[in-house]
């Protein structure tokens, strides 16, 4: 068991974990993070990504000990004094989710792509956006609601 | 009536109604916050957790199990095998058998002394955490002796190989439909006979190769069998049949089982199944008395639920040099995998009615041998049945305008169903009950540019580029909304096809609606609210719809199927009506009228011709009270309806799929995709637009994707995301989308399914450019999925080019080229 220290969605947090422990398992089993989903075994699907130190990773690809000092962001830290995230806003407006299971990750991800790139082009993200797999909508809707927090300023 | 959406703009609906509008969804504020109820998500004390050691061959006998290194693993709390539950494990139902004489194997849980694909599930780990489950399962030592696998769809029909050797064969089932005997049409065989000699007989054989439905959440079960009731949360599409069948199998009372199917991260057909490990789970959690869970990786779900499609298609098509369909004659072999899963018998069934699509063909005959093999078990996915007869009848008919060398929609228009002929009853004996394809193509042409782009390809064809386009047609109808109850008992399916719905009036005037139809992903709770909000005359954010839970929604037939809208709302409207039925003498006693004076427009309860009214709410709260109710009325609004309906529902649509194909490289891009559906009225065109692109994008996967490819031992080679292609958000375009509306006569809101429309639609379009890109060229079919591997070595093949050997010797276990007479069939683009 190895201790590590680490803020999550705004609380700091302290625990044993073993070192083979994924950060994803460590957000849904130790700290009960369960809006963080895992999708699949090999880092292909995207559900399960957040924010470490700022910047979205695939949290099935990275040991809770690596987390060690960093903090993290999860879907259920993105929402701010009770007021969701443009992003959120913009998937619920734009019909960017169907079963939902993606969608944590697909929203984790929107917002660091528009971080990083505050007015895409459509194509532009639609790349940012391959590492995050959905079976439901055809990514159509996911895109227009990129697009639409790009609009409303969604960057911030 | 058929409306195009400029016309429906001119005539603005109402704004006061809910129906139509693009409401928000009630069920995105949880999801986007990740406040969800993911059946993993749940933890009990005392939980116990499951590993499953699976069998990494596809046929064997097992001769030893060594358990002992496994249960002295930390924290394993017990090891069972096939053999230590075999007189209780029971075996998993097949609902559907299509024949009295339907062959079908035992299907145990845990296999017992054989395994019969790869992936079956061989001894179970019961442990308490997940990691030392599955620590464990690593720590089994099984020894096999491995036997001969049937993998070869065509070869297994032959019986070279038995997949279950003690059944002496491997054909399950034979089952047809011929016109002449249902008296529906005339003899098939005459038709192409006499077209031989004067006419056009176009042959194909087309490949549905086998796919995996992938839904994005693994499958996960949580059993409590706390005290007398046995709960089980499952990520399932049919909580209610579920709980029926575990009650069925394990002798339970069905009383004392309640199924929980929380928020489930999508189906597809891939969740309408009874698994070995939800039968496990509940197996274990009554053994040892506590909470068992059990989530599957990702891994394990791509190589042991269930998988679809797979069929060789054998198709003639005649017809008089016209273009005038005469006959049309299907033999289909459909692979079962090795067990004859809950529906999987029946899904090339639910093909058989719909190879003759839109169109009026005089004769027609449907064959299909099912066959069991040692791969995954096949059953439903998205359209099931469905998109494997679109498919053929939409390639053939691009055949057919090929052979006579005229635009795809000219024999189309000449078969088609005129919309002044509706309701019409087809050679396989439907009655579609409305319809205008000719409005829906129209619509579909305009949008699509048609005309431009058909004058773009001639230009780069005349030009020899190097990339050329190709443009695709399907002109679709299906039949969906399962199912009329009558008609699945003469198909000798095991339950029928009805829904319930129950409506509460709560004393504030709000309302809980109560539906069997169990969401997982498709909007129920917004679509069902707007529909009772107009129907009741109450506010959409009033109506609260509950589901997906056997005791608070206790009867239902689930979904799959596109039914939930056209028969579990159907019944929604027909127990809110029954609220209003039972409101009426209420009012009319409060209000001192006679009840024959009572109306009840927009949530009020009014006398004729007064101003005197009361509003609904007031009626419920008056009913709680039930101080002052007429004599002999009961004090409750609260109705039940269970609604059978009489006939399916008939979606069409005409899709267009514009293919660039570079000739050198085989590499296909996409370029544009426009289609015109009429799914009759629409509830909310939001919902509605989602679906349809994300069953578009599911069918074009089958075209230019996926496939779950085996190799000669019987393993799964596309075992994980790395292999098995779904596509991404980069892959993907935007589609250019509209409607028609021609409203379903069978249904009180006009309504027709939409959930698998666009996989239905969208793979003949697909492959129908990619090859029209290249026809040119010689090339006339190209083996779904159309990779550049398979494109170019089309192209190749058509050019008598000699490099196509080398090709296919380097990847021999990707295909399976040969035609059904063991011929190499050079038209494929297999290698």
């Excluded at chain 2, 024949?99 to 790869?118: E, K, Y």
């Excluded at chain 2, 029946?346 to 449907?366: C, D, R, S, T």
């Amino acid at each position: 068991m190895t201790r590590i220290n680490l803020t999550v969605d705004g609380s700091k947090v302290s625990d044993d974990v073993e070192p083979r422990m994924l950060l994803v398992q460590y957000l849904r089993e130790k700290l009960g993070k369960t809006g963080t989903v895992i999708g699949c075994d090999t880092s292909n699907c995207g559900a399960c990504t957040v924010h470490l130190d700022g910047t979205s990773v695939k949290s099935c690809n990275v040991l809770a000990v690596q987390a060690d000092g960093s903090e993290v962001t999860t879907i259920e830290g993105l929402a701010q004094d009770g007021e969701l995230h443009q992003v959120q806003k913009s998937f619920r407006e734009c019909h960017g989710l169907q079963c939902g299971f993606c969608t944590p990750g697909m929203i984790m991800q929107s917002v660091d792509l528009l971080k990083e790139n505050p007015h895409p082009t459509e194509q532009e993200i639609r790349v940012g956006l391959e590492g995050n797999l959905c079976r439901c909508t055809g990514y159509h809707n996911i895109v227009k609601s990129v697009q639409h927090a790009a609009a409303q300023g969604g960057a911030q | 009536m058929t409306l195009t959406e400029d016309e429906m703009t001119q005539t603005a609906p109402d704004s006061t109604l809910e129906i139509g509008k693009d409401r928000r969804r009630k069920e995105d504020q949880r999801l986007i916050t990740g406040r969800t109820r993911w059946t993993d998500n749940l933890t009990l004390p005392g939980m116990l957790h499951l590993a499953m050691v699976r069998s990494p061959f596809a046929h064997a006998t097992i001769t030893n199990i060594d358990k002992s290194a496994a249960e002295a693993s930390p924290n394993v709390v017990r090891v069972i095998t096939g053999a230590d539950v075999a007189d209780e494990q029971g075996g998993l139902p097949n609902a559907w058998p299509i024949t009295p004489d339907q062959v079908t194997p035992n299907h145990p849980p845990i296999a017992v002394d054989r395994v019969v694909f790869a992936g079956e599930i061989v001894a179970v780990i019961v442990a308490r955490s997940a990691a030392e489950a599955r620590d464990a399962a690593e720590l089994v030592d099984i020894d096999y002796d491995e036997l001969p696998a049937a993998l070869d769809l065509k070869e297994a029909a032959e019986d070279k190989v038995l997949a279950h050797p003690e059944l002496g064969t491997n054909k399950s089932a034979f089952w047809r439909f011929d016109s002449e005997e249902a008296g529906t049409g005339g003899n098939v065989d005459q038709a192409i006979a006499k077209a031989r000699t004067d006419g056009i007989v176009i042959e194909r054989e087309y490949r549905q190769q086998r796919l995996i439905p992938a839904f994005m959440e693994p499958r996960s079960t949580v059993v409590d069998p706390t005290g007398e009731q046995i709960t089980m949360w499952s990520s399932t599409q049919i909580p209610h049949i579920l709980k029926f069948l575990l009650a069925a199998v394990t002798g339970v009372s069905e009383s004392k089982i309640r199924v929980i199917a929380p928020d489930v991260g999508g189906g597809f057909g891939g969740k309408l199944q009874t698994t070995p490990e939800e039968f496990i789970t509940f197996l274990v959690a009554r053994q040892v008395g506590k909470p068992v869970k059990y989530t599957e990786t990702r891994s394990e779900s791509l190589m042991a639920a269930h998988h679809g499609r797979d069929q060789w298609q054998k198709l003639t098509l005649s017809a008089e040099k016209d273009g005038t369909v005469t006959g049309f004659k299907v033999e289909l072999l459909a692979d079962l995998g090795s067990h004859v899963s809950l529906v999987g018998g029946g899904v090339p069934v639910l093909g058989a009615f719909m190879f003759n699509a839109i169109y009026k063909f005089p004769a027609y005959q449907f064959n299909c041998q099912t066959v069991l093999t040692n791969k995954t078990w096949t059953d439903a996915y998205r359209g099931a049945g469905r998109p494997e007869a679109t498919y053929a009848i939409e390639r053939i008919m691009d055949e057919l305008a090929a052979e006579l060398g005229v635009d795809p929609f000219e024999v189309r228009e000449k078969n088609w169903i005129k919309h002044e002929e509706f309701p019409f009853t087809t050679v396989a004996g439907l009655e579609y009950d409305s319809g205008n394809y000719e409005a829906a193509t129209a619509r579909a042409k305009e949008l699509f540019g048609y005309d431009e782009l058909r004058a773009e390809q001639k230009r780069r064809r005349d030009a020899g580029d190097q990339v050329q386009l190709g443009i695709g047609v399907s002109t679709f109808t299906e039949m969906c909304g399962l199912a009329p109850s009558r008609v699945l008992g003469s198909l000798d399916y095991g339950a029928g096809g009805w829904e319930h719905a129950s409506v509460r009036m709560l004393p504030t005037g709000k309302v809980e609606v109560l539906t069997g139809a169990s969401a997982h992903g498709q909007g129920h709770e917004t679509a069902f609210s707007q529909i009772v909000a107009d129907r009741l005359g109450v506010a959409f954010e009033d109506v609260e719809v509950l589901h997906g839970d056997t005791m608070v929604s206790h009867k239902g037939l689930d979904t799959y199927g596109s039914r939930s809208l056209v028969v579990g709302g159907e019944a929604i409207v027909k127990a809110a009506d029954k609220v209003i039925e039972k409101a009426k003498p209420i009012a009319a006693h409060l209000l001192e009228a006679s009840v024959d004076d009572i109306e009840f427009n927009a949530g009020r309860f009014s006398v004729k011709g007064t101003d005197q009214g009361l509003a609904m709410a007031e009626i419920a709260l008056a009913t709680f009270a039930a101080h002052n109710l007429p004599d002999g009325v009961e004090p409750s609004l609260d109705s039940d309806a269970t609604f059978d309906p009489v006939n399916f529902n008939y979606p069409h649509g005409t899709h267009l799929c514009a293919m660039e194909v570079d000739t050198e490289t085989g590499e296909v891009t996409m370029r544009k995709y426009a289609a015109c559906d009429d799914i009759g009225n629409i509830i909310n065109p939001l919902i509605v637009s989602g679906q349809l692109h994300g069953g578009l994008v599911q069918g074009i996967a089958q075209a230019l994707w996926e496939e779950a490819v085996y190799d000669d031992s019987g393993t799964l080679v596309t075992g994980s995301f790395v292999d098995y292609l779904l596509p991404t958000a980069a892959d993907t375009i935007s589609f250019d989308l509209d409607h028609t509306t021609s409203p379903a006569t069978t249904n009180t809101l006009g309504t027709k399914g939409v959930g698998e429309a666009g996989t239905i639609a969208s793979t003949p379009a697909v492959v129908n450019a990619v090859v029209d890109a290249v026809r040119h060229l010689g090339v006339t079919d190209v083996r779904m999925p159309c990779t550049p591997e398979r494109v170019w070595k089309a192209i190749n093949d058509a050019r008598g080019g000699a490099q196509a050997e080398t090709v296919g010797a380097a990847a021999p276990h990707f295909d399976e080229s040969t035609g059904m007479d063991g011929t190499v069939d050079r038209t494929s683009g297999g290698n």
